[in-house]
């Protein structure tokens, strides 16, 4: 059991890694929320659709930069240090944002201005291609035993933290700014608040004390240089493709509820801005609450039983409920459907981040679970405002939003358990029988 000063002492170091990684969904999530006013200022067309499906096309080419950072940064955290590296890419994110915030639009700069955007959101990928991965392995090795899931899952939580936040600024704005003044400078101010945080942030994180179990293998001279990690990631072929299978799950059902939401909703459902701001307000605040249940529950019953139900109740109902929003398009079924989808991705994350953690091997456990993270949002997940926009182009159906989300769910699925043969097989480590935690933590 913890004494009052060392369980003071955790939470102080959760709050300081996961502040990062709150701005970097921040960021992110500014870019989606603020795509059509984007699309007016850097992509302009005599198309909506083209110059629209161009801004979505900049924000998912920014996750294309992940596995890079993933490999590189990577590999530069498991050589030096957690914190060390963890400092690095908050400073990378800061300088990649601070170039979106006040570059100015096309009508100044021409062709340099949507450029000089896509330069930043490149440099914003590369940083938090070893964010997520970064946060994750620093907080399952500072989890008390019993713990991991729950600890693990305030690296997600942090981000509902910066949904919220970003939504609430979003509503606040709408009341204030009008459609022509956001589409012409409104859009800015959630950046450059974002800019504004940035050095508290960096303060904060410059706090944090290296974790016992990176030092006492360094110590050991368990310490491979950064080209050994690459090649042992590489070799690792098989837990990464694993890994990249459980993520697409967490990475196309998040940016489905949250970045695409208030695009979805306003230009396919037409609802109005404030609805769109409102739910994804809830849906930030619901899975901040499944989230750490989730990953405490996973410590006591385990990983595999949550992540099969999440995924084949996401499996059989995504498409079902997108059908039924799109019958009848209004803000109550918007969230209803949302909270549903919010639910089930909260449940999974919760489970599923401290699995990948536990099956990546020890010695690339931040390369690896990163590039593991990196691909899925580069190939899926980044992309899945623009793939639910061209397919709804394509198709004529509004729902077919559903149909992506029951594809990631079969990926999260069939990964599960492939992962069952895998660690029968030694490649990659059994999953650890659920312990009981302890009274306080």
Same mark, same amino acid.
Request: glycine content about 8%.
């Given at each position: 059991?913890?004494?009052?000063?060392?369980?003071?002492?955790?939470?102080?170091?959760?709050?300081?890694?996961?502040?990062?990684?709150?701005?970097?969904?921040?960021?992110?999530?500014?870019?989606?929320?603020?795509?059509?006013?984007?699309?007016?200022?850097?992509?302009?067309?005599?198309?909506?659709?083209?110059?629209?499906?161009?801004?979505?096309?900049?924000?998912?080419?920014?996750?294309?930069?992940?596995?890079?950072?993933?490999?590189?940064?990577?590999?530069?955290?498991?050589?030096?240090?957690?914190?060390?590296?963890?400092?690095?890419?908050?400073?990378?994110?800061?300088?990649?944002?601070?170039?979106?915030?006040?570059?100015?639009?096309?009508?100044?700069?021409?062709?340099?201005?949507?450029?000089?955007?896509?330069?930043?959101?490149?440099?914003?990928?590369?940083?938090?291609?070893?964010?997520?991965?970064?946060?994750?392995?620093?907080?399952?090795?500072?989890?008390?035993?019993?713990?991991?899931?729950?600890?693990?899952?305030?690296?997600?939580?942090?981000?509902?933290?910066?949904?919220?936040?970003?939504?609430? &600024?979003?509503? #606040? *704005?709408?009341?204030?700014? %009008? @459609?022509?003044?956001?589409?012409?400078? =409104?859009? +800015?101010?959630? $950046?450059?608040?974002?800019?504004?945080?940035?050095?508290?942030?960096?303060?904060?994180?410059?706090?944090?004390?290296?974790?016992?179990?990176?030092?006492?293998?360094?110590?050991?001279?368990?310490?491979?240089?950064?080209?050994?990690?690459?090649?042992?990631?590489?070799?690792?072929?098989?837990?990464?493709?694993?890994?990249?299978?459980?993520?697409?799950?967490?990475?196309?059902?998040?940016?489905?509820?949250?970045?695409?939401?208030?695009?979805?909703?306003?230009?396919?459902?037409?609802?109005?801005?404030?609805?769109?701001?409102?739910?994804?307000?809830?849906?930030? &605040?619901?899975? #901040? *609450?499944?989230?750490?249940? %989730? @990953?405490?529950?996973?410590?006591?019953? =385990?990983? +595999?039983?949550? $992540?099969?139900?999440?995924?084949?109740?996401?499996?059989?109902?995504?498409?079902?409920?997108?059908?039924?929003?799109?019958?009848?398009?209004?803000?109550?079924?918007?969230?209803?459907?949302?909270?549903?989808?919010?639910?089930?991705?909260?449940?999974?994350?919760?489970?599923?981040?401290?699995?990948?953690?536990?099956?990546?091997?020890?010695?690339?456990?931040?390369?690896?679970?990163?590039?593991?993270?990196?691909?899925?949002?580069?190939?899926?997940?980044?992309?899945?405002?623009?793939?639910?926009?061209?397919?709804?182009?394509?198709?004529?159906?509004?729902?077919?939003?559903?149909?992506? *989300?029951?594809?990631?769910?079969?990926?999260?699925?069939?990964?599960?358990?492939?992962?069952?043969?895998?660690?029968?097989?030694?490649?990659?480590?059994?999953?650890?029988?659920?312990?009981?935690?302890?009274?306080?933590?």
């Amino acid at each position: 059991m913890l004494t009052p000063q060392e369980r003071k002492a955790k939470v102080r170091s959760v709050v300081r890694v996961a502040s990062g990684n709150f701005l970097e969904m921040y960021d992110f999530m500014v870019y989606g929320y603020y795509a059509k006013a984007i699309a007016t200022e850097f992509f302009p067309s005599q198309s909506e659709f083209a110059s629209l499906m161009a801004a979505l096309a900049t924000f998912g080419a920014g996750f294309l930069m992940r596995p890079l950072g993933a490999l590189i940064l990577g590999a530069y955290i498991d050589h030096h240090g957690r914190r060390k590296g963890l400092i690095v890419t908050l400073a990378l994110m800061a300088i990649g944002t601070l170039s979106i915030a006040v570059v100015p639009g096309y009508a100044v700069f021409g062709i340099v201005a949507p450029l000089l955007v896509l330069l930043g959101r490149l440099l914003q990928g590369f940083s938090a291609g070893v964010e997520l991965g970064g946060v994750s392995v620093y907080l399952s090795e500072i989890a008390t035993p019993g713990r991991k899931g729950f600890y693990t899952s305030w690296q997600s939580g942090s981000q509902q933290v910066a949904v919220v936040f970003a939504a609430s &600024l979003g509503a #606040l *704005l709408n009341q204030y700014v %009008s @459609g022509p003044h956001m589409t012409a400078w =409104g859009w +800015r101010i959630p $950046l450059l608040i974002g800019c504004v945080i940035i050095p508290f942030v960096l303060l904060v994180r410059r706090s944090l004390v290296e974790t016992d179990d990176f030092l006492e293998r360094k110590q050991r001279k368990r310490h491979p240089s950064p080209m050994e990690i690459f090649r042992s990631t590489m070799t690792s072929w098989r837990v990464v493709l694993t890994g990249v299978m459980l993520v697409t799950m967490t990475t196309v059902s998040f940016y489905t509820i949250t970045a695409y939401t208030p695009t979805f909703g306003q230009q396919v459902l037409k609802l109005t801005p404030n609805d769109s701001y409102i739910v994804t307000l809830f849906v930030g &605040l619901t899975n #901040l *609450l499944w989230l750490p249940i %989730s @990953g405490a529950l996973s410590d006591r019953i =385990g990983r +595999r039983p949550i $992540l099969i139900v999440c995924a084949l109740l996401a499996l059989v109902t995504a498409y079902p409920a997108m059908s039924w929003l799109v019958g009848a398009p209004s803000f109550g079924r918007l969230l209803a459907v949302e909270l549903w989808l919010s639910f089930l991705f909260g449940c999974w994350n919760g489970a599923m981040i401290p699995f990948l953690t536990e099956i990546m091997p020890v010695r690339v456990r931040t390369s690896g679970f990163s590039l593991a993270y990196s691909l899925a949002t580069a190939i899926f997940g980044g992309f899945t405002p623009m793939i639910a926009t061209w397919l709804i182009h394509v198709t004529g159906n509004k729902a077919i939003p559903g149909v992506w *989300l029951s594809f990631a769910a079969l990926c999260g699925l069939l990964a599960t358990l492939v992962t069952v043969s895998l660690s029968h097989e030694g490649n990659i480590a059994v999953e650890p029988a659920p312990a009981r935690a302890p009274a306080a933590a």
